[in-house]
């Protein structure tokens, strides 16, 4: 499928992994896709301020990735998110639910110390199941378009229909689908 996307869809594929990578993630999400169309500057077209939507996107993460949906219902529960967030930082430091989760260790990493060997680098960051299928949307939508190839606006449409945080937050800033679909026409 790969082979199917433009230069600047890769660009911002491969600027995901590398995002994660350089975050310690142990996965690429959905917000690493956005974060490197942000960084290519795909949403430039869109006036959105890159740094605002930034913001957003790490607040999200500081509420472990909780969506606004997500704190409704919890407070409708008599639960405040808020609260929650704010005893976990006060006990474990701030942002301690947007740590990265820890690398598993393969089976000779004990023989490898013993032995005074490093780790070998970990070449390959897998995708969540969420940033996978944002993918498989990408190739969809651009089917659905009669596209040859996909592009970073085939990567926002899918971004902007998947439910969660990434879309919440594209919305915030007043990207929607049929922005996003008038670009793609231009």
């Known amino acids: 499928m790969f082979e199917r ?28 896709l956005l974060l490197s ?32 949906a ?20 006060e006990t474990h430091g701030e942002g301690a639910l947007t740590a990265p989760a820890p690398r598993r260790r393969g089976l000779g990493a004990s023989l490898r110390e013993a032995l005074g060997r490093p780790e070998p680098e970990r070449r390959h960051v897998p995708f969540t199941q969420g940033a996978r299928k944002t993918l498989e949307q990408a190739l969809r939508i ?14 926002l449409l899918a971004l902007i229909t ?7 937050s594209l919305a915030d ?6 922005r996003v679909e008038t670009t793609l026409a231009a």
């Open 37 to 68: 169309l942000l960084d290519g500057g795909a949403l430039d077209a869109l006036g959105v301020d890159a740094a605002a939507l930034a913001a957003d996107l790490e607040a999200a993460r500081r509420r472990g990735g909780m969506s606004r």
């Open 5 to 32: 996307f433009t230069s600047d869809a890769r660009a911002a594929v491969t600027g995901a992994v590398a995002r994660a990578a350089s975050a310690g993630a142990g996965t690429v999400t959905e917000e690493h």
């Open 70 to 89: 997500d704190e409704e219902a919890l407070a409708g529960l008599g639960i405040d998110l808020s609260e929650i967030v704010s005893r976990v930082e």
């Open 142 to 155: 651009a089917l659905g378009r009669k596209d040859r190839h996909i592009g970073t606006p085939h990567l």
């Open 162 to 168: 998947r439910p969660g945080t990434v879309a919440e």
């Open 173 to 178: 800033h007043g990207v929607t689908y049929a």
